[in-house]
């Protein structure tokens, strides 16, 4: 698995994502060498990146002997939603797909200090990462897979854990979560 910091992302929450996966997942990681977002993704009118996009060019550069790479990013980040084209998301990834992506950008809201923004950045990096290994989102109000519907509230109460039946679903691909 990769991870891909792109354009200027905070060192610290890059390791606080490493220790995250390794701590969740049974994978091994890289860190990639920072690279720029790409600019064809950016939407000027909402001063956006738009994750389809990201996600295209993560899929396309990403050296092929890493099964999954998520892009990791400060700046907004959005995607297409039923008919809203520009729907401001804190990631996105492809269910059972290669890629994902995440923007630390709607983690630091309500005046969030650096401890709960690496929290919040671990579950949701955890939460994408779950996408790209097949799970869809989860009734279960605090599994990490629920729906957080384009808000922090459902961060913040999520248990930063998969409930059992993702568990089962991830099977061999979890380090042992009580």
């Not at 060192?11 to 091994?28: E, G, K």
């Not at 890629?99 to 969030?112: F, I, N, Q, T, W």
């Amino acid at each position: 698995m990769a991870l891909q910091p792109l354009g200027d992302v905070d060192p610290a929450l890059v390791r606080a994502v490493a220790d995250a996966v390794r701590q969740t997942f049974a994978v091994r990681d890289t860190v990639l060498a920072e690279k720029p977002l790409p600019q064809a993704a950016f939407y000027r009118a909402r001063r956006r990146y738009r994750g389809e996009q990201v996600l295209r060019r993560l899929e396309a550069e990403t050296p092929a002997r890493f099964d999954k790479v998520l892009g990791l990013m400060s700046c907004d980040l959005s995607v297409t939603k039923g008919r809203v084209y520009d729907w401001g998301v804190m990631g996105v990834a492809g269910l059972a797909q290669r890629a994902g992506v995440v923007s630390v950008h709607r983690l630091r809201r309500r005046h969030a200090p650096p401890s709960l923004v690496a929290r919040r950045m671990r579950q949701v990096v955890v939460h994408e990462l779950g996408h790209t290994f097949g799970l869809p989102h989860c009734p279960s109000p605090h599994c990490i897979m629920n729906d957080a519907e384009g808000g922090i509230a459902a961060v913040d109460a999520s248990s930063g854990r998969f409930c059992g039946r993702c568990r089962r679903k991830l099977a061999g691909l979890l380090r042992d979560q009580h």
